[in-house]
């Protein structure tokens, strides 16, 4: 210990910028700091931080600077309510606002969060399957609202017929507003912003990757656009979102117009994993930001190396903008300590899950996979008690109850009343083919399992009773229940244990991650209460 504090007496004298990042690569660990109920916290507390800024799953970042805020969303895709939008003043530490879209809206896909004059705007489009062979009919849509916190429109279908993925909005030379999407397309919006003039075009044909990469597809998507200096800035994804790690990157192209033509940067990829053995996977869809300390950023996503079963989660990166007017990377491994942008104030990061059924907690914790119009009459909140109507007779129709768990060792516990018809769960769930965990009800228990189920006799100890507290323990990958009367003492291990690291997008399509979950099922009613949640020591 004397030597590492001499160690940094004798770095002090050395410019504060050099400091800051042998501090941070060298001297600080790989561990984050532990925050509310021990989850995972980038902010380091000694001037540095740890990817990722928001961990669990927040894919496709769209980040704005407002004076001197920021705010962030990101794809809710079957999640209802959607588009939570994030607060932050220094770019690592978030606190949830509330939702943007509070009626199911098919999936969403990508979206950009934008303030145009004194209105904000989120763009969008939704993915709806529509026949058996999966053919996607996509729509283009916008929510605004004058103050951020809302109240926010309903979604406005802006006329768009066949549109593309990953709206990016901007303004021209000509003062004329347009949405790049994927593929290379770009749109005209009308003045207001509302709706779209005439049809998409390509402007754009991408950056070509040497052929012998390991990349899953092309895939050119999430055109954002910055104008800086005498340039506009379009930095996007190739790749591929998912497949192997090595694919998704982050390119760059600029332009004098904002119709072109476009100059590859020098310096693509200007992020991409290089092989597996990295810590963060699948690293793109970035946007550049201004931090509090005029330095420059890119928020991006990740997988985290054996933990996809996480999703894509957000990441913060500095970068360098060059003589020749080109951004680079700064240089720094994002699988260590980083400086903090310094200048901004903390804001007190995250929330609990715990005690989370309460009218104000609710909207910002809890997401219906898969919500139909009429989902939240099905909800009633009773002094802290989640009473839930009964949808369907297996997670694969009922719409659980999910929420976004960001730590890579876990525990969940809750108290489950049910009615004589109902059935009451806790899972881990994915999607309705993809998920493991225990139902409980007046017959017995049901194992879920690979999206299968297993009806088993009740155990003795749950014989005869109809309010039941459940355990389930996720320790990195690794996931085990246990049941117990409702005010018994003592716990009874369920004697099958599930490894679930191959619960992922590469498996599972649908670009999500596995979530805690609740569910109720049959007929009647499950009354949920006492939920904790509590983050667990990782291995060392």
Same mark, same amino acid.
């Given at each position: ?12 004298? &050395? ?13 600080? /660990? ?57 607060h932050s003043r220094d770019?690592? %530490? ?26 904000y705007y989120i763009y ?15 729509? &283009? ?20 017929? %066949? ?30 912003g509302l709706s779209t ?8 044909? /991408? ?8 990349? $899953? ?22 790749? /591929? +979102? ?62 985290? !190396? ?25 240089? /720094? ?11 901004? $104030? ?27 119009? %009429? ?7 009773? !002094? ?16 659980? &109850? ?16 049910? +009615? ?7 899972? &881990? ?26 009806? $088993? ?46 619960? !992922?997008? %590469? ?34």
């Open positions: 210990m004397r030597k590492i504090y001499s160690l940094i007496v004798m770095l002090s004298a &050395l410019p504060a910028v050099s400091l800051a990042a042998i501090d941070c690569q060298k001297l600080s /660990g790989d561990r984050w700091k532990a925050g509310v109920e021990g989850q995972r916290q980038a902010d380091l507390g000694n001037g540095c931080y740890l990817n990722p800024i928001l961990s669990g799953d927040h894919p496709d970042p769209s980040i704005i600077k407002d004076g001197q805020d920021y705010y962030m969303t990101f794809s809710s895709f079957e999640d209802s309510p959607g588009l939570i939008i994030w770019l690592v %530490n978030w606190q949830p606002v509330g939702p943007a879209l509070t009626q199911p809206t098919d999936a969403v896909w990508a979206p950009d969060l934008v303030k145009y004059g004194d209105q969008f489009t939704t993915n709806r399957i529509i026949d058996e062979k999966g053919t996607k009919k996509k729509t &283009l849509y916008v929510v605004t609202a004058k103050d951020i916190r809302g109240p926010w429109s309903a979604p406005k279908d802006m006329g768009l017929q %066949n549109p593309a993925s990953d709206p990016g909005h901007a303004v021209g030379e000509d003062g004329k507003r347009y949405l790049f999407m994927s593929g290379g397309n770009r749109v005209q919006l009308s003045d207001d003039v005439g049809p998409m075009s390509v402007v754009y044909t /991408g950056w070509q990757y040497p052929e012998e990469w390991e990349v $899953e597809s092309f895939s050119q998507e999430g055109p954002k656009i910055l104008h800086h200096g005498d340039y506009y800035y379009m930095v996007l994804a190739e790749g /591929g +979102t998912a497949g192997p790690p090595t694919g998704h990157m982050v390119i760059a192209a600029r332009s004098r117009s904002i119709n072109g033509p476009w100059e590859n940067s020098p310096h693509n990829p200007i992020i991409r994993t290089q092989n597996k053995q990295e810590k963060w996977w699948s690293r793109g869809h970035a946007t550049l930001i201004e931090g509090p300390d005029k330095q420059w950023y890119m928020v991006y996503h990740g997988y985290e !190396n054996g933990f996809m079963t996480l999703g894509r989660q957000a990441m913060l990166e500095p970068i360098v903008w060059g003589d020749d007017g080109w951004f680079t990377a700064s240089g /720094g491994d994002t699988g260590k300590p980083l400086p903090m942008p310094k200048g901004g $104030e903390a804001v007190v990061h995250g929330m609990a899950w715990s005690n989370s059924f309460t009218a104000d907690a609710f909207p910002l914790r809890w997401h219906f996979y898969h919500a139909q119009n %009429n989902e939240l009459q099905r909800v009633r909140l009773n !002094n802290g008690e989640l009473v839930l109507q009964a949808k369907g007779s297996s997670p694969k129709d009922t719409s659980p &109850l999910t929420m976004i768990a960001g730590d890579r060792a876990y525990q969940v516990e809750v108290t489950a009343h049910f +009615t004589p018809q109902a059935q009451a769960g806790l899972l &881990l769930f994915y999607n309705q083919k993809l998920y493991v965990g225990l139902g409980v009800n007046a017959q017995g228990v049901v194992m879920h399992r690979y999206g299968m189920e297993r009806n $088993e006799k009740a155990p003795a100890h749950l014989q005869k009773v109809n309010t039941v507290d459940i355990r389930m323990i996720n320790r990195e990958n690794i996931v085990t229940f246990w049941t117990r009367p409702a005010g018994s003492d003592k716990w009874i291990k369920y004697p099958v244990q599930m490894e679930v690291s191959g619960y !992922n997008q %590469n498996v599972g399509y649908d670009f999500l991650s596995l979530r805690p979950a609740l569910y109720s099922a049959g007929e009647g009613s499950v009354t949920f209460s006492h939920f904790r949640y509590q983050a667990l020591p990782e291995a060392e």
